[in-house]
């Protein structure tokens, strides 16, 4: 009965483990594809920080989540609209399932692949140059940042 127990004990750590891999991997995917800026430019030009958020809006892209699911992360542009440095993940609601964790972590991270690197104004570029900004994602509305 004691091995039985110590075999069970072992098997839940082994998955716990596995899971734990599986989101470290899925974070170094995310921080390595939004370190590229190899994403589609956006054509229209950006002249203020609240038309950063809505080119964020208009590129999220998600799929139907059973669970509510819901994720801020922090990043900086350059002058010229790519993204400075690694982006961070700030918060992350921990009540959803980890599968569905990761796979809404995907989604942001294909919407920043997909806009950036913005098109800053001049001025805008200036203003916004390594200076980090926030962008909260929820899967249960229509809008993300």
């Known amino acids: 009965m004691g091995r039985d127990c110590v075999r069970r004990r072992s098997t839940k750590i082994w998955h716990i483990m596995q899971l734990i891999r599986a989101m470290v991997l899925v974070e170094i995917v995310v921080v390595a594809l939004l370190s590229r800026h190899a994403g589609a430019q956006t054509t229209k030009e950006l002249n203020t920080i609240a038309d950063i958020y809505a080119a964020v809006r208009a590129c999220w892209k998600t799929t139907t989540f059973s669970d509510p699911a819901e994720l801020a992360v922090r990043l900086s542009f350059t002058r010229d609209g790519k993204i400075l440095g690694k982006a961070r993940v700030t918060y992350e609601n921990k009540t959803a399932p980890v599968g569905t964790r990761l796979r809404f ?19 805008l570029g200036d203003a916004v140059a390594g200076k980090p900004l926030n962008f909260r994602f929820r899967s249960n509305s229509d809008s993300g940042a």
């Open 105 to 123: 972590r995907m989604a942001v991270m294909n919407t920043f692949e997909r806009c950036t690197p913005f098109s800053f104004s001049p001025d």
